[in-house]
């Protein structure tokens, strides 16, 4: 189905983060879908021109590498407004950004240094709210309907241990969006997000093209971390025209992961009434 063409005329998606993981896995899953991508990198240009020659040559739509460093939100907007330039003159309109950069982080909460500290939330929370700022800013200007997709993590509600600095600044982004959900949704924007637990990534220590199915994981009740490919179906799902009706949502994409909370708890409980219970 080509959505950009058949729903709104040829438009194009700018995808921060691109060049590998789960950014890269959206960018292929849009342009399947018929969108001209924008194909946002912070330093690997040639990973960048790889993924957009390879969407061109595969799915015939127009793709383009574009710069867009997160760790200063200024800059970062600066080089989104000069990405949508190009845009206008390359690829169309660009009606969609999906903010998917990010880094992780486990410092211990105990060994805060404020420069990390800096970083984690200018790239994980500032940057990408200010980008959906700008975006949605000259989407107003331009009285043009469009979306915008947040990935954030199931961290944004769920802790783990020296995850103070990544939760903290996905647990932002995902309010964020709700809040730029409900401002937007006037001039015709719908904003949403996804919450991806474990995938298969190089910032998950695995190697892109992993055989998730060859990755134990007893603790998810599919016992396998996720694809980038299923993240993307998700993203691009709240991209386009079919989630029309939806804004301000989350949608956690785990395997099951946030469901087993209680489990070992229950089981612990279990064991100790067990031992207690008197013999016959």
Same mark, same amino acid.
């Given at each position: ?58 799915? +015939? ?5 574009? &710069?867009? #460093?997160?760790?200063?939100? %200024?800059?970062? @907007?600066?080089? $989104?407004?000069? *990405? ?77 241990? +020296? ?5 903290? &600044?996905? #647990?932002?982004?995902?309010? %964020?969006?709700? @809040?730029?959900? $409900?401002?937007? *949704? ?95």
């Amino acid at each position: 189905m080509r959505e950009s063409a058949e729903q709104t005329g040829p438009a194009a998606v700018l995808v921060t983060g691109a060049s590998s993981g789960i950014g890269r896995a959206t960018a292929t899953e849009m342009a399947r879908r018929g969108w001209h991508v924008l194909v946002g990198f912070r330093s690997g240009r040639d990973r960048a021109e790889a993924v957009a020659c390879s969407l061109e040559r595969e799915f +015939g739509v127009r793709a383009r590498p574009v &710069a867009i #460093a997160l760790d200063e939100p %200024a800059a970062a @907007v600066a080089s $989104l407004d000069a *990405a949508l330039a190009l845009a206008d003159a390359s690829t169309g309109p660009v009606r969609c950004l999906i903010n998917n950069a990010g880094i992780n982080d486990r410092t211990p909460a105990h060994q805060i240094e404020f420069d990390r500290a800096a970083q984690v939330f200018a790239v994980d929370a500032l940057s990408p709210i200010a980008l959906a700022s700008a975006f949605a800013r000259r989407l107003v200007e331009q009285r043009l309907p469009g979306t915008i997709v947040n990935i954030t993590s199931v961290h944004e509600t769920i802790p783990i241990t +020296g995850g103070v600095l990544y939760c903290s &600044a996905k #647990a932002a982004l995902g309010m %964020a969006t709700k @809040v730029m959900a $409900l401002e937007f *949704a006037a001039y015709g924007i719908r904003v949403n997000a996804v919450a991806p637990g474990e995938t298969a990534t190089p910032m998950n220590g695995m190697p892109e093209g992993a055989d998730v199915h060859a990755a134990h994981r007893p603790a998810i009740p599919l016992g396998r971390p996720g694809h980038p490919g299923e993240i993307a179906a998700v993203a691009a799902f709240l991209a386009g025209p079919d989630s029309s009706y939806l804004t301000g949502a989350s949608l956690t994409v785990d395997g099951g992961l946030v469901l087993t909370a209680a489990e070992e708890n229950a089981r612990a409980a279990t064991r100790s009434h067990t031992r207690k219970e008197p013999r016959p």
